[in-house]
T-cell receptor, first 108, second 112 residues
Framework: TQLLEQSPQFLSIQEGENLTVYCNSS?????LQWYRQEPGEGPVLLVT?????EVKKLKRLTFQFGDARKDSSLHITAAQPGDTGLYLCAGGDYKLSFGAGTTVTVRA | DVKVTQSSRYLVKRTGEKVFLECVQD?????MFWYRQDPGLGLRLIYF???????EKGDIPEGYSVSREKKERFSLILESASTNQTSMYLCASSFGTAYEAFFGQGTRLTVV
């Protein structure tokens, strides 16, 4: 089983601040995905990173895939209350496994 | 609009009952997954299927079985429900592992 560890588990910040969420593994992944989940809903895909060293931007969200394809990060610039949610990384060549997630709370 | 539909949002069952959770997708996806989600543990894979009648154990298959008789439908079966199976159950489908997984809204199962 390819394990994914996410940190921190919880993050609470003020609107306008920046935040970074990490996803780490001892295994190499051919790709990693980031999902966001809101209460009462299933996770929804934000981005897939495929190439080592790749950086993808989605408005105020920046995703990076480590050079060795063992880790990834999600950076949110000028966070807004609408960014509140559970952020999950996922990957796997054979079966799709998820990290435990980071619960992000952005206070107005 | 793509859709993964789970048969129930909320379910309450008694210990020892046989429980069926149904999932249907309308995207002609090959892969389907069943996860359970518990606070602090994230999504843990119970079973997945990459084709009709094909199934593979995930990380926590004990106490569960699955059935995929048709491409669009993937059922999770709790043979004899126990209180430690109280959880949120999420079904997902995708074209392949590296492709986006689409999730249902989840079934919150309580076993009393």
């Amino acid at each position: 089983t390819q394990l994914l560890e996410q940190s921190p588990q919880f993050l609470s910040i003020q609107e306008g601040e920046n935040l970074t969420v990490y996803c780490n593994s001892s295994s190499v992944f051919s790709s990693l995905q980031w999902y966001r989940q809101e209460p009462g809903e299933g996770p929804v895909l934000l981005v897939t990173v495929v190439t080592g060293g790749e950086v993808k931007k989605l408005k105020r969200l920046t995703f990076q895939f480590g050079d060795a394809r063992k880790d990834s990060s999600l950076h949110i610039t000028a966070a807004q209350p609408g960014d509140t949610g559970l952020y999950l990384c996922a990957g796997g060549d054979y079966k799709l496994s998820f990290g435990a997630g980071t619960t992000v709370t952005v206070r107005a | 609009d793509v859709k993964v539909t789970q048969s129930s949002r909320y379910l309450v069952k008694r210990t020892g009952e046989k429980v069926f959770l149904e999932c249907v997708q309308d995207m002609d996806h090959e892969n389907m997954f069943w996860y359970r989600q518990d606070p602090g543990l994230g999504l843990r894979l119970i079973y997945f299927s990459y084709d009709v009648k094909m199934k593979e154990k995930g990380d926590i298959p004990e106490g569960y079985s699955v059935s995929r008789e048709k491409k669009e439908r993937f059922s999770l079966i709790l043979e004899s429900a126990s209180t430690n199976q109280t959880s949120m159950y999420l079904c997902a489908s995708s074209f392949g592992t590296a492709y986006e997984a689409f999730f249902g809204q989840g079934t919150r199962l309580t076993v009393v």
